[in-house]
Protein backbone atom coordinates (compact mmCIF):
# COMPACT_ATOMS: atom_id res chain seq x y z
CA UNK A 1 0.00 0.00 0.00
CA UNK A 2 2.77 2.48 0.60
CA UNK A 3 4.60 1.51 -2.69
CA UNK A 4 1.37 2.51 -4.29
CA UNK A 5 0.95 5.92 -2.65
CA UNK A 6 4.29 6.74 -3.34
CA UNK A 7 4.04 5.75 -7.23
CA UNK A 8 0.92 7.61 -7.22
CA UNK A 9 2.29 10.50 -6.09
CA UNK A 10 5.87 10.08 -8.07
CA UNK A 11 3.06 10.01 -11.20
CA UNK A 12 2.01 13.50 -11.15
CA UNK A 13 5.36 15.09 -10.47
CA UNK A 14 6.98 13.12 -13.06
CA UNK A 15 4.32 13.84 -15.70
CA UNK A 16 4.58 17.38 -14.20
CA UNK A 17 8.54 17.82 -14.54
CA UNK A 18 8.39 16.36 -18.06
CA UNK A 19 5.64 18.99 -19.33
CA UNK A 20 7.85 21.84 -17.83
CA UNK A 21 10.72 20.38 -19.84
CA UNK A 22 8.77 20.88 -22.66
CA UNK A 23 9.38 25.01 -22.18
CA UNK A 24 12.96 24.44 -22.92
CA UNK A 25 12.58 24.33 -26.55
CA UNK A 26 12.55 27.60 -29.13
CA UNK A 27 9.10 27.16 -30.19
CA UNK A 28 8.33 27.76 -26.18
CA UNK A 29 10.39 30.61 -26.70
CA UNK A 30 9.66 31.99 -29.78
CA UNK A 31 5.82 31.88 -29.03
CA UNK A 32 6.26 33.50 -25.16
CA UNK A 33 7.87 36.84 -27.37
CA UNK A 34 5.23 36.40 -29.79
CA UNK A 35 2.47 36.47 -26.98
CA UNK A 36 3.93 38.96 -24.46
CA UNK A 37 5.98 41.37 -26.22
CA UNK A 38 6.68 43.76 -24.07
CA UNK A 39 7.64 41.35 -21.03
CA UNK A 40 10.00 40.01 -23.46
CA UNK A 41 11.40 43.24 -25.48
CA UNK A 42 15.32 42.73 -24.60
CA UNK A 43 15.11 39.24 -25.35
CA UNK A 44 13.53 39.80 -28.52
CA UNK A 45 15.92 42.75 -29.25
CA UNK A 46 18.74 40.28 -28.56
CA UNK A 47 17.10 37.79 -30.78
CA UNK A 48 16.91 40.37 -33.87
CA UNK A 49 20.27 41.69 -33.23
CA UNK A 50 22.07 38.20 -33.12
CA UNK A 51 19.71 37.54 -36.69
CA UNK A 52 20.75 40.46 -37.99
CA UNK A 53 24.34 39.86 -37.22
CA UNK A 54 24.31 36.36 -38.06
CA UNK A 55 22.81 37.58 -41.60
CA UNK A 56 25.37 40.20 -42.55
CA UNK A 57 28.38 37.98 -41.92
CA UNK A 58 27.43 35.19 -43.89
CA UNK A 59 26.80 37.87 -46.83
CA UNK A 60 29.92 39.05 -46.52
CA UNK A 61 31.68 35.34 -45.84
CA UNK A 62 30.00 34.13 -49.42
CA UNK A 63 30.80 37.54 -51.27
CA UNK A 64 34.56 37.34 -50.18
CA UNK A 65 35.10 33.82 -51.05
CA UNK A 66 33.50 34.62 -54.93
CA UNK A 67 35.71 37.91 -54.77
CA UNK A 68 38.81 35.40 -53.39
CA UNK A 69 37.93 32.65 -55.78
CA UNK A 70 37.55 34.76 -58.75
CA UNK A 71 40.47 37.39 -57.97
CA UNK A 72 43.21 34.19 -57.99
CA UNK A 73 41.53 32.34 -61.30
CA UNK A 74 42.35 35.73 -63.15
CA UNK A 75 45.67 37.01 -61.20
CA UNK A 76 48.48 35.05 -62.79
CA UNK A 77 46.69 34.73 -66.31
CA UNK A 78 46.71 38.72 -65.99
CA UNK A 79 49.64 38.87 -64.54
CA UNK A 80 51.41 36.41 -67.45
CA UNK A 81 49.24 38.00 -70.12
CA UNK A 82 50.86 41.74 -69.57
CA UNK A 83 54.76 40.09 -69.78
CA UNK A 84 53.77 37.58 -72.47
CA UNK A 85 52.31 40.73 -74.85
CA UNK A 86 54.77 42.01 -77.93
CA UNK A 87 54.78 45.64 -77.20
CA UNK A 88 54.19 47.46 -73.89
CA UNK A 89 51.21 49.77 -75.92
CA UNK A 90 49.89 46.20 -76.15
CA UNK A 91 50.26 45.09 -72.87
CA UNK A 92 48.56 48.96 -71.81
CA UNK A 93 45.26 48.39 -74.34
CA UNK A 94 45.03 44.72 -73.17
CA UNK A 95 44.86 45.82 -69.42
CA UNK A 96 42.52 48.46 -70.26
CA UNK A 97 40.23 45.52 -71.56
CA UNK A 98 39.78 43.69 -68.18
CA UNK A 99 37.17 44.02 -65.67
CA UNK A 100 37.40 47.00 -63.58
CA UNK A 101 37.60 45.18 -60.50
CA UNK A 102 40.84 43.56 -61.50
CA UNK A 103 43.28 44.37 -59.29
CA UNK A 104 46.56 43.54 -61.05
CA UNK A 105 45.45 45.57 -64.36
CA UNK A 106 44.76 48.83 -62.30
CA UNK A 107 48.32 48.64 -60.58
CA UNK A 108 50.03 48.12 -64.58
CA UNK A 109 47.75 50.70 -65.53
CA UNK A 110 48.42 53.39 -63.25
CA UNK A 111 52.42 52.78 -63.37
CA UNK A 112 51.95 53.41 -66.90
CA UNK A 113 49.51 56.16 -67.03
CA UNK A 114 52.99 57.83 -64.41
CA UNK A 115 55.70 56.98 -66.73
CA UNK A 116 53.77 58.15 -69.73
CA UNK A 117 53.04 61.45 -67.93
CA UNK A 118 56.41 61.94 -66.83
CA UNK A 119 57.56 61.35 -70.56
CA UNK A 120 54.80 64.16 -71.33
CA UNK A 121 56.17 66.87 -68.84
CA UNK A 122 59.96 66.52 -69.73
CA UNK A 123 61.65 69.45 -69.00
CA UNK A 124 59.40 70.86 -66.60
CA UNK A 125 59.53 71.29 -62.76
CA UNK A 126 58.06 68.34 -61.98
CA UNK A 127 60.50 66.07 -64.24
CA UNK A 128 63.14 67.97 -62.19
CA UNK A 129 61.82 67.40 -58.77
CA UNK A 130 61.44 63.64 -59.35
CA UNK A 131 62.91 61.57 -61.52
CA UNK A 132 61.42 58.63 -63.77
CA UNK A 133 61.73 55.82 -61.12
CA UNK A 134 60.82 57.58 -57.92
CA UNK A 135 57.41 59.43 -60.55
CA UNK A 136 56.45 55.50 -60.88
CA UNK A 137 57.40 54.50 -57.40
CA UNK A 138 55.26 56.74 -55.81
CA UNK A 139 52.28 56.10 -58.42
CA UNK A 140 53.14 52.31 -57.64
CA UNK A 141 52.85 52.88 -53.65
CA UNK A 142 49.16 54.47 -54.24
CA UNK A 143 47.96 51.38 -56.12
CA UNK A 144 48.90 49.11 -54.16
CA UNK A 145 47.97 50.90 -51.44
CA UNK A 146 44.48 51.71 -52.79
CA UNK A 147 43.90 48.12 -53.80
CA UNK A 148 45.30 46.82 -50.44
CA UNK A 149 42.50 48.50 -48.52
CA UNK A 150 39.48 47.42 -51.14
CA UNK A 151 40.41 43.70 -49.87
CA UNK A 152 39.59 44.70 -46.31
CA UNK A 153 35.82 45.42 -47.62
CA UNK A 154 33.71 43.26 -45.47
CA UNK A 155 36.59 42.30 -42.73
CA UNK A 156 35.79 44.90 -40.08
CA UNK A 157 32.12 43.74 -40.20
CA UNK A 158 33.60 39.71 -39.62
CA UNK A 159 35.77 41.46 -36.50
CA UNK A 160 32.82 42.61 -35.03
CA UNK A 161 30.22 40.16 -35.26
CA UNK A 162 33.28 37.40 -34.46
CA UNK A 163 33.88 40.02 -31.13
CA UNK A 164 30.90 41.16 -30.03
CA UNK A 165 27.78 38.26 -30.91
CA UNK A 166 29.07 36.56 -27.83
CA UNK A 167 28.49 39.22 -25.87
CA UNK A 168 25.60 39.78 -27.33
CA UNK A 169 23.93 36.36 -26.51
CA UNK A 170 25.46 36.98 -23.01
CA UNK A 171 23.53 39.61 -22.50
CA UNK A 172 20.33 36.95 -23.53
CA UNK A 173 21.77 34.50 -21.26
CA UNK A 174 21.90 36.91 -18.28
CA UNK A 175 18.04 37.88 -19.43
CA UNK A 176 16.94 34.07 -19.00
CA UNK A 177 18.63 33.75 -15.73
CA UNK A 178 17.26 37.01 -14.04
CA UNK A 179 13.79 35.38 -15.10
CA UNK A 180 14.37 32.50 -13.81
CA UNK A 181 15.07 33.72 -10.18
CA UNK A 182 12.33 35.93 -10.96
CA UNK A 183 9.60 33.01 -11.41
CA UNK A 184 11.39 31.54 -8.46
CA UNK A 185 10.46 33.75 -5.90
CA UNK A 186 6.83 34.85 -7.42
CA UNK A 187 5.85 30.93 -7.31
CA UNK A 188 7.77 30.53 -3.98
CA UNK A 189 8.99 26.78 -4.87
CA UNK A 190 11.79 25.71 -6.21
CA UNK A 191 10.39 23.63 -9.19
CA UNK A 192 11.42 22.92 -12.61
CA UNK A 193 8.23 24.19 -14.33
CA UNK A 194 9.54 27.19 -12.56
CA UNK A 195 12.72 27.96 -14.39
CA UNK A 196 12.02 25.49 -17.27
CA UNK A 197 11.05 28.52 -19.75
CA UNK A 198 13.65 31.15 -18.38
CA UNK A 199 16.25 28.34 -18.58
CA UNK A 200 15.71 27.66 -22.27
CA UNK A 201 15.63 30.85 -22.97
CA UNK A 202 19.18 30.98 -21.68
CA UNK A 203 20.41 28.36 -23.25
CA UNK A 204 19.20 29.46 -26.58
CA UNK A 205 20.32 32.99 -26.54
CA UNK A 206 24.12 31.63 -25.89
CA UNK A 207 23.80 29.27 -29.17
CA UNK A 208 22.58 32.30 -31.40
CA UNK A 209 25.50 34.01 -29.81
CA UNK A 210 28.01 31.43 -30.52
CA UNK A 211 26.58 30.41 -33.92
CA UNK A 212 26.51 34.24 -35.13
CA UNK A 213 30.15 34.20 -33.54
CA UNK A 214 32.16 31.15 -34.62
CA UNK A 215 31.82 31.27 -38.76
CA UNK A 216 32.90 35.15 -38.61
CA UNK A 217 35.85 34.57 -36.64
CA UNK A 218 36.86 31.30 -38.52
CA UNK A 219 36.14 33.36 -41.69
CA UNK A 220 38.25 36.46 -40.88
CA UNK A 221 41.68 34.72 -40.00
CA UNK A 222 41.10 32.48 -43.05
CA UNK A 223 40.61 35.70 -45.32
CA UNK A 224 43.03 38.07 -43.57
CA UNK A 225 45.19 35.19 -44.49
CA UNK A 226 44.55 35.37 -48.20
CA UNK A 227 44.77 38.91 -48.16
CA UNK A 228 48.31 39.06 -46.93
CA UNK A 229 49.02 36.58 -49.92
CA UNK A 230 47.17 38.55 -52.26
CA UNK A 231 49.12 42.15 -51.23
CA UNK A 232 52.23 40.16 -51.20
CA UNK A 233 51.51 39.58 -54.87
CA UNK A 234 50.59 43.10 -55.57
CA UNK A 235 54.05 44.17 -53.97
CA UNK A 236 55.73 41.19 -56.47
CA UNK A 237 54.19 42.72 -59.32
CA UNK A 238 54.62 46.50 -58.63
CA UNK A 239 58.07 46.14 -57.77
CA UNK A 240 58.37 44.28 -61.78
CA UNK A 241 56.58 47.28 -62.95
CA UNK A 242 58.40 49.91 -61.21
CA UNK A 243 61.38 47.79 -62.78
CA UNK A 244 60.93 47.82 -66.34
CA UNK A 245 58.98 51.10 -66.38
CA UNK A 246 61.62 53.13 -64.79
CA UNK A 247 64.38 51.14 -66.78
CA UNK A 248 62.49 49.20 -70.00
CA UNK A 249 63.48 45.92 -67.86
CA UNK A 250 62.19 43.22 -65.75
CA UNK A 251 64.89 41.84 -63.18
CA UNK A 252 64.01 38.84 -61.85
CA UNK A 253 65.53 36.28 -59.17
CA UNK A 254 68.39 39.26 -58.91
CA UNK A 255 69.29 39.53 -62.85
CA UNK A 256 67.69 41.70 -65.27
CA UNK A 257 65.67 40.13 -67.66
CA UNK A 258 64.31 41.77 -70.91
CA UNK A 259 60.62 40.91 -71.91
CA UNK A 260 59.65 41.07 -75.42
CA UNK A 261 58.08 44.11 -75.34
CA UNK A 262 60.93 46.16 -73.95
CA UNK A 263 62.24 45.60 -77.04
CA UNK A 264 62.34 49.57 -77.51
CA UNK A 265 63.56 49.95 -73.96
CA UNK A 266 64.24 53.79 -73.36
CA UNK A 267 60.66 54.76 -75.33
CA UNK A 268 57.87 54.57 -72.22
CA UNK A 269 54.29 53.45 -73.43
CA UNK A 270 52.32 56.50 -73.89
CA UNK A 271 47.99 56.63 -72.86
CA UNK A 272 45.57 57.54 -74.98
CA UNK A 273 43.31 60.52 -73.43
Do not use: C
Not at 129 to 144: C, H, I, M, P, T
Amino acid sequence: MIQEAASAAAAPVGNANAQALQHVGAAYFLSQILEHPLQHAIDFLVLIVLIVMSIWSWYYIIAIAIRNAMLRSRMQKVVQKFWDTPSAQDAVRLMEKQPRTEPFSKIALDAASAAAHHQRHEGSKMVEALNRSEFVDRALRQAVERESRSLEGGLTLLATVGSAAVFVGLLGTVMGIYNALINLGASGQSSISAVAGPVGEALIMTALGLFAAIPAVIAYNAYSRANRVTIAHFDEFAHDLHDFFSTGARVESGAPSIPRQAAAAPQQPTLKK
